[in-house]
């Protein structure tokens, strides 16, 4: 069972107390767009390799979605930070 | 059923003054209905072998007999099915234990396994003759053909025969407990290196716990009694560090087996709390299972000692170097009177020495090496020991127990002729294996050691630290000094040094498969699993190239085992076959858990009644009196009918479905979930949830809701009530609730921040019962004196808030039945006797209580839908006909753009209709296939399924709603449910199967 930082609650606490949100930046567009742009908005993802940004809820506790950064090879939360935050920049992120 | 045992006299084998059982102490058991008086501290193992016993199961495949190899939890043949009498009861019977791990206990019924009709005499040994055409991957390769044969024949005939012990066919009557800990060191392993991890680590108010898997703390230390530490003897030094380590606050767990190394320092632990005890106190759990959270994990597991692989390794009599010199120096047992001795390792040296000190005689020392340490054989003569240097064992004799060894001198991979040596116990050593299982669980890396052939713990993304053999540390120094020097490191503290004589360091050369001078067909590799060398070889030849594959066709370490013996040997073999490396070939993953657990461990106090919460509703207990029946909804007990006297439930849902559409019925609604959405922006955030649109909802009024996801598919549906102009009460399904309220709180969080809305979930605040049936208004009128209900001032969709009969109540004016219907919601406390108002006054104009069943038929008469039941998460509204819920001029909703997708509006979607059977009294089955015709060939095209049917009271045949492709286009076309009985012919008709016009809802 990983554990996760709630960045509102500022505790590092057990799995169990999170629900998992899919992917995060994921941004919904305006309703004008194409089809296409419509069907990748609900259909594909990223699915990296290493560090994933992602969004967890804290549902047992504060209540609150916020972000992560995963490790999908080691299963280990990287950081998190706040809803609304940009994404920050990891060590062997390419610029 | 008689068993006859050969000369055996009661413990024969036990030798006064050695080991650390308590003969005095008598502890009595049965073998397969034959008293075995054990003393204190043996395992059923030890007691056995102390009378002599070494037969005491049967192999898995072959039958072969087999005896105790090892003293320990890696024990493959010794699987017994174990009864406590005292306790008592089939259902506490427990199959495949261990012998080696098994506790005497007064009073334990202990039996053989897979044998039949008894343990000495068994039928199924015939496979053993029929070993030839048995080999590896025999049963994908037999039992092909006829086909009409896999399930008549080959089936059951494999079936009866597979698999070790028989389970009980009773309820476990024990319980099993759960529990959480903390700590900033745990140490897994009580051995040595353990122990002095322990050591290092305690002090300083860290928290440690220490957790063996055996009865007794001390690991290797209890076989070593004439080894001193810091100058006392070792089982003193012993005894004062568990009195030092306690002092200083360490959790000593004993009996506790670390099972899997989770994420983050997470280990699992099984603690076998009453295995050990003849009777036990009521309130103690049989098991319990812990979870703790490390700071730091030393893992000090040891080593695991390797058979030696060839011809007829398997009899009994044939066991491990170092279990004989446990079951010697721990137990007092000498496992036989004329030992013979192989070994490729040093280690096997001191067990002979030990036996020969204790009385034993010790025929000779085989090693496969041609050097040894000169100290060794210099100990060996002064002992009387024939020492034969660059020898292997190369077959045996004897059938229930070792009788002889064939020992042949070898040059590389040829041997000389061999010689034959009677024994009645064969020792043997292939070195030792770190145990790295639950250091690989935590995806550490294992680097290879040729000298030695062994893997060894590498790196590790855990915080953990690896000590003593299982880091590949070899002898009672070295292993203090490792494990003190980890318990230091995970503790920021400075190791305790020790020192040591009598060590039994030593060392010992890698081998797989041993030459021969005859073809080894019984050579093991997996006892469990009866695999042997030549298996492996024959799936290398027959094309398995990976070790997973190898693995799976010879299922080579795949039993209960895992192949704690014979992981290493396998892949020595396989790596020889396939002339690679070990490390090239690789090892298989080891999985949790390490040893066999139960499942009620796992599941702790989670099943039966308290498998999971059980909701009740304030009006449960009342429904409970009236003799409802109930049914599981989401995580809600809902009562599902209502029988008077002997009526079936068919016959209760007609009276309760024409009582209600002649009279009216009284419903328990307070499932429903309901939210309250408040705040300025209140409107418009339902507006953007809600396919509906919501901005001009008047107070005071309701509005049917569709909630779809950003796909476009239905998620949910409920009934938004206004209550005022920045407040609402929406409701959800029963089991949609949580679901709805994340949903809402993430479009909120996060697409729509800047929105000022607050969300509650009020499910359990409110009882909700409604009041269906023409009869409705006249029921509830009586109570509502604060406001008019009548039809004009209070018609179909509205809501007021009001009292009733003096408490404050939320009236909704809905129907989910399509009769004129009130929603009554009062505060949960009053609900009860709120509840009681409603159906004394409505038992008066002789109106009824129904349940969810009849709720069911009311809907599907009506052609409601349930979110859930006629949806499956890929049903749109128009699919659902439910277009008119659309907002169409809406800017956007949650689902709007995905809905103008072209495959959203594809004429073949799989649309709801309804359906009329052609007699009107067959109910089609929920979930039954639709076709086009009845005699298209197979396969059939599937049109879609059938998702509600029942037999409807109201209009005196049976109706059905169902998915069918381009349904909405196929009114009045005949479609065909393909049952097995027959098939049964339906035309497609409109979902809304009773008042169309919806008259009665204004009634």
């Known amino acids: 069972m990983i554990l996760i930082h709630c960045p509102y609650c500022d505790e590092t606490l057990p799995e169990a107390e999170f629900t998992y949100a899919g992917e995060a930046h994921v941004v919904r567009p305006d309703p004008s767009v194409s089809d296409e742009t419509w069907r990748d908005f609900l259909y594909i993802r990223s699915n990296p390799k290493g560090p994933h940004a992602e969004r967890w809820r804290h549902a047992h506790g504060c209540g609150r979605y916020f972000n992560a950064i995963r490790d999908t090879v080691s299963d280990r939360v990287l950081t998190t930070y706040k809803a609304g935050e940009s994404k920050p920049v990891l060590p062997g992120d390419v610029k | 059923m008689s068993e006859t045992y050969e000369h055996v006299a009661p413990a024969r084998y036990r030798i006064s003054g050695k080991g650390r059982v308590n003969d005095l102490a008598p502890v009595r058991f049965t073998f397969d209905g034959r008293e075995i008086v054990a003393a204190a501290g043996d395992t059923v193992a030890s007691a056995l072998l102390a009378h002599g016993i070494h037969l005491v199961g049967r192999s898995f495949k072959y039958h072969r007999p087999r005896g105790v190899v090892t003293a320990g939890s890696e024990e493959p043949n010794a699987l017994i099915r174990v009864t406590h009498s005292a306790k008592g009861g089939e259902g506490r019977t427990e199959p495949n234990t261990r012998a080696t791990m098994q506790e005497a206990v007064e009073g334990l019924k202990v039996e053989s396994q897979n ?25 994908y390769k037999t039992f092909k053909w006829p086909r009409s044969f896999w399930d008549k024949v080959y089936e059951p005939a494999i079936r009866a025969a597979a698999g070790l012990g028989r389970a009980p066919t009773e309820d476990d009557p024990d319980h099993y407990s759960s529990r959480y800990a903390f700590c900033d060191i745990l140490v897994v392993g009580a051995g040595p290196a353990g122990l002095a991890a322990a050591m290092a680590a305690a002090g300083d108010g860290r928290r440690v716990i220490l957790a063996d898997e055996s009865g007794e703390p001390g690991g290797s230390l209890l076989a070593m009694p004439a080894a001193t530490i810091d100058g006392k003897p070792a089982w003193v030094w012993l005894a004062e560090t568990l009195e030092t380590l306690a002092a200083a606050g360490v959790t000593i767990l004993l009996r506790t087996t670390a099972i899997a190394y989770d994420h983050e320092n997470m280990v699992g632990l099984v603690e076998r709390v009453t295995d050990h005890l003849a009777t036990a106190p009521a309130d103690l759990p049989r098991e319990r299972f812990w979870r703790v959270r490390a700071g730091r994990v030393v893992l ?30 721990r137990y007092g047992v000498a496992v036989g009177r ?56 190369v077959a045996t004799q004897g059938t229930k127990r070792i009788k002889g060894v064939w020992l042949a001198e070898r040059t590389g991979d040829t041997v000389a002729e061999a010689g034959y040596h009677a024994c009645d116990a064969l020792l043997m050593s292939g070195g030792w294996t770190p145990a790295v299982s639950l250091f690989s669980h935590t995806k550490g890396k294992l680097a290879w050691d040729a000298a030695t052939g062994r893997f060894l713990p590498d790196t590790s993304p855990e915080a953990c630290h690896t000590a003593g053999a299982g880091a590949g540390v070899w002898g009672l120094a070295d292993a203090l000094a490792s494990g003190a020097e980890a318990g230091a490191a995970a503790a920021g503290t400075t190791a305790p040094s ?89 090892l298989t993953t080891f999985r949790p858990p390490y040893t066999p657990t139960t499942f009620a461990a796992l599941a702790g ?14 009006i449960d207990p009342w429904a409970e009196a009236a003799g409802a029946v109930f049914e599981p909804v989401a995580l809600w007990r809902r009562a599902r009918y209502f029988p008077k006297g002997v009526e079936t439930m068919d016959e209760a849902v007609a009276r309760e ?121 006249e029921i509830l009128k009586p109570f509502i004196k604060d406001a008019d209900i009548s039809a004009e001032a209070f018609p179909h969709m509205s809501m007021l808030e009001c ?45 009824c209580v129904y349940g969810t069943e009849t709720m069911h038929v009311l809907r599907a008469e009506k052609g409601y839908i349930i979110v859930g039941q006629e949806t499956d998460g890929t049903v749109t509204p128009q699919d659902a006909g439910l277009s008119w819920a659309l907002g169409k001029t809406k800017a956007d909703f949650v689902g709007m753009r995905a809905l103008k997708r072209p495959d959203m509006a594809k004429a073949d979607r799989k649309q709801l209709v309804g359906l009329f059977t052609e007699d ?41 709603m169902a998915v069918v492709s381009g349904g909405h286009a196929r009114m009045g076309e005949t479609l065909y449910v393909p049952m097995d009985d027959g098939v049964i012919a339906a035309t497609v008709t409109s979902t809304v199967f009773f008042d169309p016009e919806g008259a009665r809802l204004n009634g």
């Open chain 2, 605 to 618: 106090p989670r099943r039966g009644a308290t498998f999971e919460v059980t909701r009740k509703t304030v």
């Open chain 2, 803 to 847: 009292s009733f009969a003096g408490v404050p109540c939320r009236l909704f004016r809905v129907s989910f039945t399509g009769e004129l219907g009130f929603e009554v919601n009062v505060g949960a406390a009053e609900g009860r006797k709120v509840w009681e108002l409603i159906v004394g006054a409505g038992e008066k104009v002789g109106a």
């Open chain 2, 338 to 393: 004329h030992v013979a001795v192989a070994t490729s390792h040093d280690s096997a040296w001191h067990t002979a020495f030990a036996l020969t000190d204790a009385g034993v005689t010790v025929a000779m020392i085989a090693d496969t090496r041609a050097q040894v340490a000169p100290a060794l054989t210099a100990a060996a003569a002064e002992r009387g020991i024939a020492v034969m240097l660059s020898t292997v064992p």
């Open chain 2, 115 to 139: 044998r039949w009709p008894s343990l000495s005499f068994d039928a199924l040994s015939l496979n053993d003759r029929l070993s030839r055409v048995l080999g590896a991957g025999f049963y």
């Open chain 2, 920 to 960: 009107p009294g067959t109910v089609l089955e929920e979930g039954a296939q639709i076709v086009e015709g009845p005699d298209e060939p197979l396969p059939m095209t599937m049109l879609g399924h059938v998702t509600s049917s029942y037999m409807s009271a109201t209009l005196g045949r049976s109706i059905a």
């Open chain 2, 498 to 586: 020790f020192t040591v004589t009598g060590d039994d360091a030593g060392t010992g050369a890698p081998e797989g498969a041993l030459p021969s001078d005859r073809p080894a067909r019984k050579a093991f590799v997996d006892f469990q699993n009866d695999v042997t060398a030549k298996d492996i070889r024959l799936a290398v030849t027959e094309g398995m190239r990976s070790i997973e594959h190898i693995k799976r066709y010879t299922t080579t370490g795949m039993a209960t085992d895992q192949g704690k013996l014979s992981n290493i040997n396998g892949l020595m073999i396989a790596a020889e076959a396939l002339g690679k490396t070990p490390p090239e070939v690789g």
């Open chain 2, 300 to 329: 000090a597991q040891g080593a695991i000692e390797k058979p030696l692989v060839f011809d007829g390794n398997d009899r009994p009599g044939v066991m491990l170097a170092g279990a004989a010199q446990t079951y010697l120096n």
């Open chain 2, 657 to 777: 479905c024409r009582t209600t559409r002649k009279t009216a019925g009284i419903f328990d609604a307070s499932t429903l979930g309901k939210i309250e959405v408040v705040g300025p922006d209140a409107a418009e955030f339902l507006n953007r949830m809600y396919t509906n649109p919501m901005l001009k909802l008047g107070v005071g009024k309701c509005r049917y809701a569709l909630m779809l996801g950003d796909d476009g598919f239905i998620r949910d549906d409920g009934v938004i009530a206004r209550v005022a102009e920045d407040r609402f009460h929406v409701t959800t399904t029963t089991g949609g609730a949580p679901r709805v309220l994340a949903t809402m709180e993430d479009y909120l969080q996060t697409e729509w921040p800047d929105l000022k809305v607050w969300l509650t979930s009020t499910t359990e605040e409110w009882a909700t019962i409604a009041i269906n049936g023409p009869k409705a208004r």
